[in-house]
Protein backbone atom coordinates (compact mmCIF):
# COMPACT_ATOMS: atom_id res chain seq x y z
CA UNK A 1 0.00 0.00 0.00
CA UNK A 2 1.29 3.59 -0.88
CA UNK A 3 -0.05 6.74 0.08
CA UNK A 4 0.21 9.25 -2.62
CA UNK A 5 0.28 13.19 -1.31
CA UNK A 6 -1.51 14.60 -4.09
CA UNK A 7 -1.45 18.50 -5.51
CA UNK A 8 -4.05 19.93 -6.76
CA UNK A 9 -3.23 23.07 -9.37
CA UNK A 10 -6.38 25.09 -10.46
CA UNK A 11 -9.37 24.19 -8.22
CA UNK A 12 -12.46 25.24 -10.47
CA UNK A 13 -15.25 23.07 -11.87
CA UNK A 14 -12.95 20.03 -13.18
CA UNK A 15 -10.46 20.38 -9.84
CA UNK A 16 -13.59 20.21 -7.59
CA UNK A 17 -15.08 17.16 -9.88
CA UNK A 18 -11.68 15.47 -9.05
CA UNK A 19 -11.37 15.92 -5.67
CA UNK A 20 -15.49 14.29 -5.17
CA UNK A 21 -14.41 11.60 -7.48
CA UNK A 22 -11.58 10.67 -5.52
CA UNK A 23 -13.33 10.85 -2.21
CA UNK A 24 -15.73 8.51 -3.98
CA UNK A 25 -13.56 6.03 -4.99
CA UNK A 26 -11.11 5.85 -2.47
CA UNK A 27 -11.81 2.54 -0.93
CA UNK A 28 -12.06 1.00 -4.53
CA UNK A 29 -8.40 2.28 -5.25
CA UNK A 30 -6.91 1.22 -2.10
CA UNK A 31 -8.57 -2.50 -2.42
CA UNK A 32 -8.25 -2.75 -5.81
CA UNK A 33 -4.72 -1.11 -6.91
CA UNK A 34 -3.32 -0.55 -3.02
CA UNK A 35 -3.24 3.30 -3.53
CA UNK A 36 -4.14 5.55 -0.63
CA UNK A 37 -4.21 9.37 -1.26
CA UNK A 38 -4.55 12.31 0.75
CA UNK A 39 -4.19 16.02 -0.82
CA UNK A 40 -1.81 17.88 0.27
CA UNK A 41 -2.01 20.74 -2.00
CA UNK A 42 -4.38 23.27 -3.74
CA UNK A 43 -3.37 26.17 -5.56
CA UNK A 44 -5.08 28.77 -7.85
CA UNK A 45 -4.86 32.29 -8.55
CA UNK A 46 -7.47 33.36 -5.67
CA UNK A 47 -6.67 30.45 -2.96
CA UNK A 48 -2.90 31.10 -3.51
CA UNK A 49 -0.50 27.94 -2.81
CA UNK A 50 -2.32 26.30 0.04
CA UNK A 51 -0.09 23.22 1.77
CA UNK A 52 -1.63 20.74 4.25
CA UNK A 53 1.36 18.17 4.88
CA UNK A 54 -1.10 15.88 7.43
CA UNK A 55 -3.72 15.98 3.57
CA UNK A 56 -6.81 18.29 3.44
CA UNK A 57 -10.33 17.59 4.52
CA UNK A 58 -11.90 17.08 0.97
CA UNK A 59 -15.12 18.04 2.36
CA UNK A 60 -13.80 21.05 3.70
CA UNK A 61 -12.60 21.95 0.59
CA UNK A 62 -15.31 21.39 -1.08
CA UNK A 63 -17.00 24.00 0.67
CA UNK A 64 -14.25 26.54 0.29
CA UNK A 65 -12.12 26.25 3.16
CA UNK A 66 -9.06 26.08 2.09
CA UNK A 67 -6.59 27.28 4.44
CA UNK A 68 -3.12 26.27 4.24
CA UNK A 69 -1.34 24.93 7.34
CA UNK A 70 2.05 25.99 6.35
CA UNK A 71 2.99 29.40 7.14
CA UNK A 72 4.18 31.25 5.46
CA UNK A 73 2.32 29.79 2.53
CA UNK A 74 5.05 29.23 -0.06
CA UNK A 75 4.95 31.32 -2.98
CA UNK A 76 5.04 30.13 -7.04
CA UNK A 77 5.20 26.09 -8.02
CA UNK A 78 8.27 24.92 -7.31
CA UNK A 79 8.29 25.75 -3.27
CA UNK A 80 4.40 24.99 -3.31
CA UNK A 81 5.66 21.20 -4.86
CA UNK A 82 8.26 20.94 -2.11
CA UNK A 83 5.74 21.79 0.74
CA UNK A 84 3.35 19.54 -0.26
CA UNK A 85 6.06 16.41 -0.64
CA UNK A 86 3.90 16.06 -4.17
CA UNK A 87 3.89 12.22 -6.28
CA UNK A 88 0.97 13.62 -8.06
CA UNK A 89 0.07 16.97 -9.27
CA UNK A 90 -2.90 17.13 -11.13
CA UNK A 91 -2.63 20.58 -13.28
CA UNK A 92 -6.51 21.52 -14.35
CA UNK A 93 -5.91 25.57 -14.93
CA UNK A 94 -7.69 27.14 -17.52
CA UNK A 95 -6.85 27.11 -21.31
CA UNK A 96 -4.76 29.52 -22.81
CA UNK A 97 -4.33 27.82 -26.48
CA UNK A 98 -1.85 30.34 -27.66
CA UNK A 99 0.99 29.42 -25.25
CA UNK A 100 -0.03 26.47 -22.99
CA UNK A 101 1.06 28.58 -20.17
CA UNK A 102 1.14 28.75 -17.32
CA UNK A 103 0.10 24.66 -17.47
CA UNK A 104 3.58 23.95 -19.61
CA UNK A 105 5.43 25.69 -16.75
CA UNK A 106 2.99 23.88 -13.84
CA UNK A 107 3.85 20.51 -15.44
CA UNK A 108 7.47 21.21 -15.84
CA UNK A 109 8.09 21.83 -12.42
CA UNK A 110 6.13 18.99 -11.27
CA UNK A 111 8.25 16.73 -13.04
CA UNK A 112 11.35 18.27 -12.29
CA UNK A 113 9.98 18.14 -8.49
CA UNK A 114 9.88 14.20 -9.01
CA UNK A 115 6.08 14.09 -9.45
CA UNK A 116 4.19 12.41 -11.81
CA UNK A 117 2.47 15.47 -13.59
CA UNK A 118 -1.56 14.79 -15.42
CA UNK A 119 -3.58 17.39 -16.43
CA UNK A 120 -6.64 17.96 -18.35
CA UNK A 121 -5.07 21.22 -19.88
CA UNK A 122 -4.71 20.66 -23.93
CA UNK A 123 -2.60 23.49 -24.22
CA UNK A 124 0.08 21.68 -22.02
CA UNK A 125 0.15 18.97 -24.69
CA UNK A 126 -0.08 20.75 -27.32
CA UNK A 127 2.75 23.36 -26.44
CA UNK A 128 4.67 21.02 -24.47
CA UNK A 129 4.63 17.62 -25.78
CA UNK A 130 7.76 16.15 -26.82
CA UNK A 131 10.01 18.23 -24.30
CA UNK A 132 7.56 17.34 -20.90
CA UNK A 133 7.46 14.01 -22.50
CA UNK A 134 11.00 13.48 -22.98
CA UNK A 135 11.65 15.07 -19.28
CA UNK A 136 9.20 12.66 -17.71
CA UNK A 137 10.82 9.78 -19.26
CA UNK A 138 14.18 11.06 -17.82
CA UNK A 139 13.21 11.40 -14.76
CA UNK A 140 11.37 8.50 -14.16
CA UNK A 141 8.32 10.26 -14.04
CA UNK A 142 4.74 10.11 -15.80
CA UNK A 143 3.13 12.76 -18.02
CA UNK A 144 -0.66 12.31 -18.63
CA UNK A 145 -3.04 14.15 -20.71
CA UNK A 146 -6.01 11.59 -21.04
CA UNK A 147 -8.59 13.95 -19.97
CA UNK A 148 -7.75 16.51 -22.37
CA UNK A 149 -9.30 15.63 -25.62
CA UNK A 150 -12.75 13.79 -24.80
CA UNK A 151 -13.22 14.11 -21.23
CA UNK A 152 -12.39 10.17 -19.84
CA UNK A 153 -12.22 8.69 -23.12
CA UNK A 154 -9.78 6.25 -23.41
CA UNK A 155 -7.78 8.14 -26.63
CA UNK A 156 -4.13 8.06 -25.77
CA UNK A 157 -3.75 5.19 -24.42
CA UNK A 158 -5.96 3.37 -26.67
CA UNK A 159 -3.31 4.03 -29.07
CA UNK A 160 -0.11 3.53 -26.55
CA UNK A 161 -1.65 -0.26 -25.18
CA UNK A 162 -4.06 -1.47 -27.83
CA UNK A 163 -2.94 -0.01 -31.41
CA UNK A 164 0.57 -0.75 -31.28
CA UNK A 165 1.94 -0.20 -35.18
CA UNK A 166 -1.09 0.78 -35.88
CA UNK A 167 -0.26 3.91 -38.11
CA UNK A 168 -3.12 6.47 -37.81
CA UNK A 169 -3.75 8.50 -41.05
CA UNK A 170 -7.01 10.50 -40.33
CA UNK A 171 -9.63 11.49 -37.57
CA UNK A 172 -13.23 13.11 -38.09
CA UNK A 173 -14.82 14.50 -34.73
CA UNK A 174 -16.84 16.39 -33.11
CA UNK A 175 -14.51 17.36 -30.05
CA UNK A 176 -16.29 20.64 -28.75
CA UNK A 177 -19.63 19.95 -26.47
CA UNK A 178 -20.35 24.00 -26.01
CA UNK A 179 -21.12 24.41 -29.67
CA UNK A 180 -23.36 21.28 -29.80
CA UNK A 181 -25.52 22.63 -27.00
CA UNK A 182 -25.57 26.38 -28.51
CA UNK A 183 -26.43 24.43 -32.09
CA UNK A 184 -28.99 22.69 -30.21
CA UNK A 185 -30.46 25.65 -28.12
CA UNK A 186 -31.03 27.93 -31.16
CA UNK A 187 -32.38 24.45 -33.23
CA UNK A 188 -35.24 24.72 -30.56
CA UNK A 189 -35.86 28.55 -30.92
CA UNK A 190 -33.28 30.31 -28.31
CA UNK A 191 -30.60 32.26 -29.12
CA UNK A 192 -26.90 32.00 -29.36
CA UNK A 193 -26.38 33.55 -25.73
CA UNK A 194 -28.86 31.38 -24.21
CA UNK A 195 -26.84 28.65 -25.79
CA UNK A 196 -23.51 29.71 -24.08
CA UNK A 197 -25.35 30.14 -20.67
CA UNK A 198 -26.88 26.44 -20.71
CA UNK A 199 -23.10 25.61 -21.67
CA UNK A 200 -21.99 27.53 -18.43
CA UNK A 201 -24.32 26.10 -16.24
CA UNK A 202 -23.43 22.55 -17.32
CA UNK A 203 -19.54 23.53 -16.13
CA UNK A 204 -18.69 22.71 -19.63
CA UNK A 205 -16.89 25.90 -21.25
CA UNK A 206 -13.86 26.92 -21.28
CA UNK A 207 -13.14 29.82 -18.37
CA UNK A 208 -13.28 31.54 -21.44
CA UNK A 209 -16.25 30.52 -23.32
CA UNK A 210 -15.34 32.45 -26.77
CA UNK A 211 -12.32 29.72 -27.08
CA UNK A 212 -15.15 27.19 -27.59
CA UNK A 213 -17.31 29.51 -29.80
CA UNK A 214 -14.25 30.49 -31.91
CA UNK A 215 -13.45 27.09 -32.13
CA UNK A 216 -9.85 27.42 -30.55
CA UNK A 217 -11.14 24.26 -28.16
CA UNK A 218 -11.14 22.17 -30.96
CA UNK A 219 -7.98 22.93 -32.64
CA UNK A 220 -6.01 22.97 -29.71
CA UNK A 221 -7.58 19.27 -29.69
CA UNK A 222 -6.88 18.77 -33.32
CA UNK A 223 -3.27 20.11 -32.69
CA UNK A 224 -2.95 17.35 -29.83
CA UNK A 225 -4.47 14.68 -31.37
CA UNK A 226 -2.27 15.09 -34.04
CA UNK A 227 0.95 15.57 -32.70
CA UNK A 228 0.95 12.54 -30.32
CA UNK A 229 -1.04 10.28 -32.90
CA UNK A 230 0.28 10.82 -35.58
CA UNK A 231 3.25 11.58 -34.30
CA UNK A 232 4.01 14.93 -36.03
CA UNK A 233 3.57 18.70 -34.64
CA UNK A 234 0.81 20.21 -35.91
CA UNK A 235 1.15 24.04 -34.96
CA UNK A 236 -1.96 26.10 -34.02
CA UNK A 237 -1.73 28.46 -36.49
CA UNK A 238 -1.56 25.44 -39.29
CA UNK A 239 -5.68 24.47 -38.27
CA UNK A 240 -8.22 25.95 -40.71
CA UNK A 241 -10.81 26.95 -37.68
CA UNK A 242 -14.00 28.93 -38.29
CA UNK A 243 -16.23 28.89 -35.41
CA UNK A 244 -20.26 28.60 -35.00
CA UNK A 245 -20.68 32.59 -34.23
CA UNK A 246 -21.62 33.25 -37.20
CA UNK A 247 -23.94 30.42 -37.81
CA UNK A 248 -27.51 31.55 -39.48
CA UNK A 249 -30.35 30.72 -37.19
CA UNK A 250 -32.55 30.42 -39.52
CA UNK A 251 -30.34 27.87 -41.61
CA UNK A 252 -29.93 26.04 -38.35
CA UNK A 253 -32.95 25.02 -37.39
CA UNK A 254 -33.98 24.06 -41.41
CA UNK A 255 -30.97 21.74 -41.13
CA UNK A 256 -32.14 20.43 -37.90
CA UNK A 257 -36.03 19.72 -39.90
CA UNK A 258 -33.80 18.15 -42.45
CA UNK A 259 -32.47 15.71 -40.57
CA UNK A 260 -28.89 16.93 -41.53
CA UNK A 261 -28.20 18.90 -38.08
CA UNK A 262 -24.67 21.47 -38.24
CA UNK A 263 -22.04 19.92 -35.99
CA UNK A 264 -18.74 21.79 -35.30
CA UNK A 265 -16.73 19.48 -37.22
CA UNK A 266 -12.90 18.63 -36.59
CA UNK A 267 -10.65 17.27 -38.67
CA UNK A 268 -6.81 16.19 -39.55
CA UNK A 269 -5.36 14.63 -42.70
CA UNK A 270 -2.60 14.37 -44.79
CA UNK A 271 -2.45 16.01 -48.12
CA UNK A 272 -2.84 13.32 -51.09
CA UNK A 273 -2.66 10.17 -48.20
CA UNK A 274 1.33 11.17 -47.40
CA UNK A 275 2.03 14.84 -47.72
CA UNK A 276 1.77 17.75 -45.19
CA UNK A 277 -0.35 17.10 -42.17
CA UNK A 278 -2.98 19.60 -41.76
CA UNK A 279 -6.52 19.92 -39.73
CA UNK A 280 -9.82 22.43 -39.36
CA UNK A 281 -12.54 22.76 -37.81
CA UNK A 282 -15.35 24.56 -39.11
CA UNK A 283 -19.62 24.41 -38.76
CA UNK A 284 -20.64 21.19 -41.23
CA UNK A 285 -23.77 20.29 -42.30
CA UNK A 286 -24.17 16.44 -41.68
CA UNK A 287 -24.68 13.99 -43.99
CA UNK A 288 -28.02 11.74 -43.81
CA UNK A 289 -27.56 9.03 -41.51
CA UNK A 290 -24.41 10.53 -40.25
CA UNK A 291 -23.67 8.68 -36.21
CA UNK A 292 -22.01 12.34 -35.84
CA UNK A 293 -25.87 13.48 -36.03
CA UNK A 294 -27.22 11.35 -33.04
CA UNK A 295 -24.50 13.11 -30.47
CA UNK A 296 -26.33 15.88 -28.65
CA UNK A 297 -25.63 17.86 -25.04
CA UNK A 298 -21.89 16.79 -23.93
CA UNK A 299 -21.68 14.00 -26.51
CA UNK A 300 -18.35 13.74 -28.35
CA UNK A 301 -17.29 11.15 -31.01
CA UNK A 302 -13.90 10.31 -32.84
CA UNK A 303 -13.81 8.11 -36.25
CA UNK A 304 -9.86 7.43 -36.70
CA UNK A 305 -9.13 6.03 -40.08
CA UNK A 306 -5.81 3.24 -39.73
CA UNK A 307 -3.64 2.15 -42.18
CA UNK A 308 -4.69 -1.31 -40.33
CA UNK A 309 -8.55 -0.30 -40.27
CA UNK A 310 -10.41 1.82 -42.33
CA UNK A 311 -12.84 2.74 -39.63
CA UNK A 312 -12.83 3.32 -35.64
CA UNK A 313 -14.90 5.18 -33.29
CA UNK A 314 -15.31 6.02 -30.22
CA UNK A 315 -18.12 8.14 -28.64
CA UNK A 316 -18.70 8.95 -25.21
CA UNK A 317 -22.29 9.42 -24.82
CA UNK A 318 -23.36 12.46 -22.03
CA UNK A 319 -19.94 12.71 -20.48
CA UNK A 320 -20.05 15.18 -17.52
CA UNK A 321 -17.67 16.57 -14.87
CA UNK A 322 -17.08 13.30 -13.52
CA UNK A 323 -16.18 11.71 -16.62
CA UNK A 324 -13.76 14.57 -17.24
CA UNK A 325 -12.36 13.75 -13.49
CA UNK A 326 -12.10 10.21 -13.98
CA UNK A 327 -9.70 10.76 -17.21
CA UNK A 328 -7.47 12.31 -14.27
CA UNK A 329 -8.19 9.56 -12.02
CA UNK A 330 -7.97 6.71 -14.63
CA UNK A 331 -4.04 8.31 -15.36
CA UNK A 332 -3.34 8.80 -11.79
CA UNK A 333 -4.24 4.89 -11.26
CA UNK A 334 -2.48 4.27 -14.35
CA UNK A 335 0.95 5.87 -13.16
CA UNK A 336 0.64 3.79 -9.69
CA UNK A 337 0.41 0.94 -11.49
CA UNK A 338 3.58 1.81 -13.39
CA UNK A 339 5.45 2.78 -9.75
CA UNK A 340 4.67 -0.44 -8.63
CA UNK A 341 6.04 -2.51 -11.94
CA UNK A 342 9.31 -0.71 -11.07
CA UNK A 343 9.30 1.97 -13.85
CA UNK A 344 10.89 4.95 -13.51
CA UNK A 345 13.11 2.92 -10.80
N1 LIG B 1 -14.96 21.68 -17.88
C1 LIG B 1 -14.80 20.65 -18.68
O1 LIG B 1 -15.78 19.98 -19.05
C2 LIG B 1 -13.43 20.23 -19.15
C3 LIG B 1 -13.27 19.01 -19.82
C4 LIG B 1 -11.99 18.61 -20.22
C5 LIG B 1 -10.91 19.44 -19.98
N2 LIG B 1 -11.10 20.65 -19.36
C6 LIG B 1 -9.91 21.50 -19.10
O2 LIG B 1 -9.70 21.54 -17.71
C7 LIG B 1 -9.16 22.81 -17.33
C8 LIG B 1 -10.03 23.41 -16.23
O3 LIG B 1 -11.36 23.56 -16.66
P1 LIG B 1 -12.48 24.04 -15.64
O4 LIG B 1 -13.78 23.80 -16.30
O5 LIG B 1 -12.21 23.45 -14.28
O6 LIG B 1 -12.17 25.61 -15.59
P2 LIG B 1 -12.59 26.62 -14.41
O7 LIG B 1 -13.79 26.13 -13.69
O8 LIG B 1 -12.60 27.98 -15.00
O9 LIG B 1 -11.35 26.49 -13.39
C9 LIG B 1 -10.04 26.90 -13.72
C10 LIG B 1 -9.21 26.88 -12.46
O10 LIG B 1 -7.87 27.22 -12.81
C11 LIG B 1 -7.45 28.30 -11.95
N3 LIG B 1 -6.49 29.10 -12.71
C12 LIG B 1 -6.69 29.72 -13.90
N4 LIG B 1 -5.57 30.32 -14.30
C13 LIG B 1 -4.64 30.07 -13.35
C14 LIG B 1 -3.27 30.45 -13.19
N5 LIG B 1 -2.65 31.20 -14.09
N6 LIG B 1 -2.61 30.01 -12.09
C15 LIG B 1 -3.23 29.26 -11.16
N7 LIG B 1 -4.54 28.88 -11.26
C16 LIG B 1 -5.20 29.29 -12.34
C17 LIG B 1 -8.73 29.05 -11.59
O11 LIG B 1 -8.68 29.71 -10.37
P3 LIG B 1 -8.27 31.22 -10.18
O12 LIG B 1 -9.14 32.03 -11.06
O13 LIG B 1 -8.41 31.44 -8.71
O14 LIG B 1 -6.85 31.27 -10.60
C18 LIG B 1 -9.67 27.85 -11.40
O15 LIG B 1 -9.49 27.28 -10.11
C19 LIG B 1 -9.09 23.66 -18.61
O16 LIG B 1 -7.79 23.61 -19.13
C20 LIG B 1 -10.07 22.95 -19.55
O17 LIG B 1 -9.70 23.10 -20.91
C21 LIG B 1 -12.32 21.05 -18.93
Known amino acids: ?25 SEEMRVGFGVEWKITGVASRRLGWAVAPEGFDVEKLLAGEVESRVSPAPQGVRAWLAAAGADVMFE ?20 EAGAHAVTANKGAVVHGYEELSQLARARGRKFLFEATVADCLPVFSMFRESL ?32 VERAQLMGITETDPSYDVDGWDAAVKVCALATVLMREPLKLGEVEREGVRHLDAMRVRAAREEGRPYRLVSRAWRDGGGGKLRGSVRPEQLEQGDPFAALGGSSLAIRFALDVLPGLTIAAHEPNLQSTAYGLLADFINAARGDERGEGR
Open 92 to 111: TTSLEPHTGQPAVGHVRAAL
Open 1 to 25: MKTYNLCLLGFGNVGRALARLLAVK
Open 164 to 195: PAARLLSFRAVLNSTTTVIIEEIERGRNFQEG
